[in-house]
């Protein structure tokens, strides 16, 4: 589609109980990412964080990845440098075979909520026609919004016995650094918790890349018709 290359950012974030002894493994994991992946490398994330903050994160200052571990939360962030199918291809990757499986599922953390977040780069007008799908017409100037909605999960997500949703939101306008643009973020939270997400991880990518599809770029592709 035409629209990915607006596409200037993915994230994946992962909320989970409290494990305030993962931080004191920080060692083991960063090492374990910079010099024994083969889905990362020192060239990759080319910085370590101080190891007295309540975060511990590697990133790359010039190209922008990150990835950023608390006792509740992990979010890797990769940052779209040249061509967005295959450095989509190359994030996905990382998160199903080694954030997902050496990380989340080896440190047995607990399971609340998934996210995948695309942020994409628009100029005012496109802002503006893409606010227009939401205002009637005659409420003008509305250039920074944020919305959610929340779904029933899809099938193959739901687990028996579960009461499982999607939540979707949307942040339009100004999304800081200098950057105007969308903000996609597509969430599952787990009810009950979930112990282990390899099973899931696919399919919520997959589902995840679709509603950013069908909700923001077939709208704007539409737009432009």
């Known amino acids: 589609m035409e629209g ?19 931080l004191d493994m920080w060692g083991e994991i960063a090492d374990d990412i910079l010099y024994h992946s083969k889905f990362f490398s020192p060239v990759f994330f080319d910085k370590i ?18 990835l950023i571990i608390s006792a509740s939360n992990l979010v890797f962030t990769q940052n779209i440098i040249n061509e967005y199918d295959s450095e989509y291809a190359d994030f996905k990757k990382r998160v199903i075979n080694y954030i997902v499986p050496e990380i989340l599922s080896s ?3 607990v399971v ?3 996210g995948m977040v695309y942020v994409s780069e628009l100029d005012q007008h496109t802002i503006k026609k893409f606010a227009s799908q939401y205002f009637r017409p005659e409420i003008n100037g509305i250039n ?10 899809p099938s193959g997500l739901i687990m028996n016995g ?13 999304l800081g650094d200098n950057l105007q643009g969308i903000s996609y973020d597509y969430q599952i ?9 390899r099973d899931t991880i696919d399919h919520f990518i997959t589902k995840a890349n679709d509603g950013f599809k069908n909700d923001i770029l077939a709208l704007l592709e539409a737009q432009n018709d």
Request: hydrophobic share 35%; glycine share 4%.
């Open 4 to 22: 990915q290359k607006m596409i200037k950012q993915l994230t994946f974030g992962v909320a989970f109980d409290n494990m305030f002894k993962l």
């Open 49 to 66: 964080s101080a190891q007295y903050t309540t975060e511990r994160s590697l990133f790359n200052q010039k190209e922008g990845h990150r």
């Open 107 to 109: 440190k047995k953390l």
């Open 112 to 114: 609340k909520r998934l």
């Open 144 to 153: 920074d919004f944020r919305f959610s909605k929340k779904e029933a999960t």
């Open 162 to 174: 579960s009461d499982d949703f999607i939540n979707k939101i949307f942040s339009v306008g100004n």
């Open 189 to 197: 939270h787990f009810a009950p918790k979930r112990q282990d997400v």
